[in-house]
């Protein structure tokens, strides 16, 4: 197959902190090129490492914006001048709108700290623990209006110890999720996932 008919897809990723999981989506083959790393917070510490990898970055102040919606139609604008085909929540802290979710619908990630449905939201390792279970984990999936409860691509588990903290509960699931998100990502880079209702299902590869 031409490299012309098949290009290589352009991948936009979202952070709000440090940013481990998007620099773990640039150490490993992904199937496709990170183009821009964008951020509600400017002060983001994701943002450092994305511009010393040469990359483009942005920042958009959700306090600048009178709505969720404002601010929302704002980072699809900044998104958009990168032309992307497949846009990653890689530890990106701000609910995002129908505005948003519509803007990039179907091609829309996210990773979150737990097996979901179990614990959707916020502080999972520490409601993990506090509900005693034994497995814990996290969960690439496409984003929907609905916080957390889009179809799963993938999901790994770990097991919670007699003495983890949320601290080291998270720890482990973190390095879980440096595994999982370039898998996932490059799962749909590769055209191989499949969505019907909440399943997803992983295809063989293409022209492999
Ligand atoms: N937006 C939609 N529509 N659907 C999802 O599944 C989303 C989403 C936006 C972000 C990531 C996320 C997670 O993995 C995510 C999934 C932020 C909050 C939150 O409560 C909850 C979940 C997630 C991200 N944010 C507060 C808010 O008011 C702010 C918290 C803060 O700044 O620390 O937006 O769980
Ligand atoms: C990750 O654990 C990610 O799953 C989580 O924030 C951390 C970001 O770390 N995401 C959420 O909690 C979303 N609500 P990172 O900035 O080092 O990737």
């Known amino acids: 197959m031409s490299s012309s008919a098949n290009p290589r897809k352009r991948i936009a990723v979202l952070i709000s902190g440090r940013g481990s999981n998007m620099a773990a ?5 992904c199937g496709g090129d990170v183009v821009v790393v964008g951020s509600n917070k400017a002060d983001a ?3 450092d490492v994305a511009r010393d990898a040469g990359l483009a970055t942005f920042a958009v102040g959700h306090k600048d914006f009178a709505s969720r919606e404002a601010f929302d139609a704002a980072l699809v604008e900044r998104l958009n001048e990168y032309r ?8 990106f802290m701000r609910i995002l709108t129908p505005v948003f979710v519509n803007a990039f619908a179907g091609r829309l990630i996210n990773i979150h700290p737990s097996l979901l449905p179990a614990f959707p939201g916020l502080d999972t390792h520490q409601r993990a623990l506090a509900d005693g279970v034994k ?3 996290c969960t690439v999936h496409f984003v929907t209006p609905e916080l957390d409860r889009g179809p799963i691509i993938a999901q790994a588990a770990v097991q919670v110890d007699d003495d983890d903290t949320a601290d080291t509960l998270a720890a482990k699931v973190l ?7 370039p898998f996932a990502v490059r799962l749909f880079c590769e055209g191989r996932l499949s969505v019907e209702g909440l399943r997803v299902r992983t295809g063989p590869a293409r022209g492999g």
Request: hydrophobic content about 45%; charged content about 15%; proline content about 4%.
């Open 135 to 137: 497995l814990h984990g």
């Open 45 to 47: 510490g994701g943002l």
């Open 175 to 181: 390095v879980q999720e440096h595994q999982v998100l």
């Open 25 to 29: 989506l640039l150490r490993n083959d």
């Open 84 to 91: 992307p085909d497949v846009v990653v929540l890689a530890g």
